[in-house]
């Protein structure tokens, strides 16, 4: 553990301790940082001159284009969870299944797969399908902690959906293109929405008197006007999807480009339902600019941190802990996982992948793991982060917003099957790696030992090695050379 000497495990333990006092993540990795980046001068690990690398890093993070991303998303789903979409594709969702078992719970999550394609924030999932859902769930008849699970669960998958901020950051860090990432993320999120839409129908075959169908009175006739409401949610949904997914994977805008383009198409659908009030305008700026300092500071104080741990060779020192574990690669993504998992019980998502994701990826790397996939397999593992009693955000956001009939500990056992879904799906993206890998551009397989270069050659037509004159003519003495060969035409594949 010290082959690196002591600084490395030192600086690791200062920022966990500095975190568990209770301080600011980005103060805290600053402090850490500039601390051991003065005791490093000190004790010779290296000049002043390294730290003079500090200014330029943090220019290098705010002048990054593709980080632009992160407020036009943010903005958009701060301008479409105050639009009144969601609670028209959920009234409607809802009534159009509520006629079979479950049928509440299957709105709730096809509804939440939605949101989280255009809208990318897990707390306006959460939240808006709680106070909508949650009081006609429970009025109905449905097991406290299946509504309240369902919720939580369905508002997380945000998360694993482009256009996720999670996925923008993680390809920023780990030097990966945003439309591979968003491309790598669809096989998964799919077959999570199917894990979800399974359990419920499972359940609703075990134990029917959990999802209990809505009566008459309460769905409505299921007529042309419902089915007409339904895709007046539905499909302008759509069409901004594909103004933003769209456009990015075909690769006609960049993701700041298509971020625009879906602040433009949120802000059309705001006006078509009749919400685009300058307080909403206001509103959605204030929170853009929140959670965009606050990524922008982490960012700073990781890079800050970063860059001492390295220079007190602490990436070789994660990478000498790591490369030894028994059982290669698979053994590396096992305990990677658990140690995600377990540190997601305390670290925000945003914190996990500025500390921890680049001491993991040249690890990963090096061991030959394609580094598309592993971030989508870390994302799919730091959606647990909200689901974590008793620590696990979207259980927060749920607690303020239920009913104080709903204990607290209901909601916290309610959301443990979903955090057993969602481990699943870690598993099967291990085990079964296509699942990502299936959706992005495969180079072209091309068999090297069928390559055949012929160049023109030099010297006498019987394959001699003589060099050509170029024209000139023959010394005393000498045979005259064949003409030069033609240098115009391009060498000859086969």
Known sequence: MFAFGIMPPAMFLGMIIFMLYGFPVAFSLSAVGLFFGLLGIATGHFDFAFLQALPLRIFGIVSNDLLLAIPFFTFMGAILERCGLAEDLLEGTGKLFGAIPGGLAYAVIIVGAILGAITGTVAASVITMGVISLPIMLKYGYNPRLATGVIAASGTITQVIPPSLVLIVLADQLGRSVGDMYLGAIGPSILQVLIFLGFIFVLSIVRPKDVPPLPPEARGELNA????????????????????????????????????????????LAALHRRLTWDLIKQAMHSTMTITSMVVFILVGATCFSLVFQGMDGGLWIEHLLSHIPGGALGFLIFVNIFIFFLAFFLDFF????????LLAPVAQSLGIDLIWFGVLLCVNMQT???????????????????????????YLGAIPWLGMQLILVAIIIFWPESV??????????????????????GNDSGGNGMPNFGLPPMDGAPAQPAAPNLSEPPKFN
Do not use: C, Q
Not at 228 to 250: A, E, K, Q
Not at 385 to 392: A, L, R
Not at 438 to 457: C, F, M, R
């Open 225 to 268: 006007a419902l089915v007409i409401r339904v895709l007046w949610g539905m499909v302008p949904s759509i069409v901004l999807i594909f103004l933003v997914l769209g456009t990015l994977f075909l690769g006609l805008a960049t993701p700041t480009e298509a971020g625009a383009l879906g602040v433009v198409g949120a802000m059309v």
């Open 351 to 358: 914190e996990i992948a500025f500390i921890v994701l680049p």
């Open 385 to 411: 982060s909200f689901m974590h009693p008793p620590f696990g955000f979207a259980l927060f956001y749920l607690r303020s917003i239920a009913p104080k009939t709903v204990k607290t500990k209901d909601i």
């Open 437 to 458: 890998t299936y959706w992005l551009d495969k180079a072209p397989d091309v068999d090297l030992n069928t390559i055949k270069i012929e160049v023109p050659g030099f």
